[in-house]
Every structure is written in structure tokens, then in C-alpha cells.
């Protein structure tokens, strides 16, 4: 199945490995130096401020939407499949 994550995006579940809030993601220097390590594989979704990070096998990605909400959709389909 696939998520919609902001900005017309969408990925495979399958893919994501995990899906990081904002708080948590800034207040770790680990994220920092994750984020410069694979700072050619990020993309920024959200326009203004972004409220998650989603990173995939492929690809970080910045997300205008919440945490919650990712989480929720990624159940929804989970329970479907």
C-alpha cells in the first residue's frame, strides 16, 4: 500500500523505515549528523515548517503533516491489507 505524506507525495509503506516528529528529530545531535550524512537524499515537502520526518530506504523526506496523522493513515492501511 501506499501514503500520502504531503504536497501530492506518496510512498510505499513497505518502504518507510521509520517516521521521526519534528521535537524529537531537532533535539538530537545523532538526527544532525544523520541529516548531514544523507543530506543529498532528503527532500523538503513542506512549504512553510515541516512537523515530521519521514525516512525511507531510499530517501529522507520533510513532511508538512503531523506524526499522528502519518501514523494513523499507515494503521488505516494496515488493517485493510
Given amino acids: 500500500m ?6 501530492e507525495t506518496i510512498i510505499k509503506t513497505k518502504e518507510i523505515i ?3 516528529d519534528k521535537n524529537s528529530f531537532n533535539s538530537s545531535t545523532n538526527m544532525d549528523n544523520f ?5 543529498n537524499q ?5 512549504k512553510g515548517s515541516y512537523k515530521s520526518v519521514i525516512v525511507t530506504t531510499d530517501q529522507i523526506y ?3 503533516l503531523a506524526s499522528s496523522t502519518l501514523k ?3 494503521q488505516k492501511w494496515a ?3
Fill in 2 to 7: 501506499y501514503i500520502h505524506f504531503g504536497e
Fill in 18 to 20: 521509520a517516521i521521526i
Fill in 35 to 39: 541529516l548531514q550524512r544523507y543530506k
Fill in 42 to 46: 532528503s527532500e523538503h515537502f513542506a
Fill in 62 to 64: 520533510f513532511s508538512p
Fill in 72 to 74: 494513523k493513515r499507515s
Fill in 79 to 81: 488493517v485493510s491489507e
